[in-house]
C-alpha cells in the first residue's frame, strides 16, 4: 500500500517561508498526480495545489497562486510545496494526498485522492 509521510511544518512569521516535503512509497510514483490539502479548525479540508503524475501540468487555489510553488523529484520519489509570502490565513494542518492519474482538472476534488498522509502543522503568526 502507499504510504505518504508529510515534513517541514512549523511556525513562522507572516511574510515568511516554508518548504513542505511528501515522501510517498510503496507504489510507482510516477502513476500518481499529488495534491495538497489544508485544514484549518472549524473549516472543511481546501485544496491548495496540484501536479500531473507527469509533472506538465499544475493547479493552484486562488488564494496561494503567486505564493506557492509545487514540484515533485521523480527520482527522489518526493512532492514539495514551496510556500513564501505566508499570511496568517494560512495557518492550517496541510496535508499531501496521491491519487492514480487524476487528470488536472480533477485535482481539487477529494475524492479523487485513494491516499492520504498524516498532515502536518503550519503556524503563521501576525
Known sequence: QVQLIESGGGLV????????SCAFSGRT?????MGWFRQAPGKEREFVS???YGGG???YADSVKGRFTISRDNAKTTVYL???SLK???????YCAAGVKVPTAFMKILR?????GQGTQVTVSS
Open 57 to 59: 501540468s499544475t493547479l
Open 88 to 94: 496568517p490565513e494560512d495557518t492550517a494542518v496541510y
Open 29 to 33: 510514483f510516477s502513476n500518481y498526480a
Open 13 to 20: 512569521q507572516a511574510g515568511g517561508s516554508l518548504r513542505l
Open 50 to 52: 496540484g501536479i500531473s
Open 82 to 84: 514551496q510556500m513564501n
Open 112 to 116: 479523487q485522492y485513494e491516499y492520504w
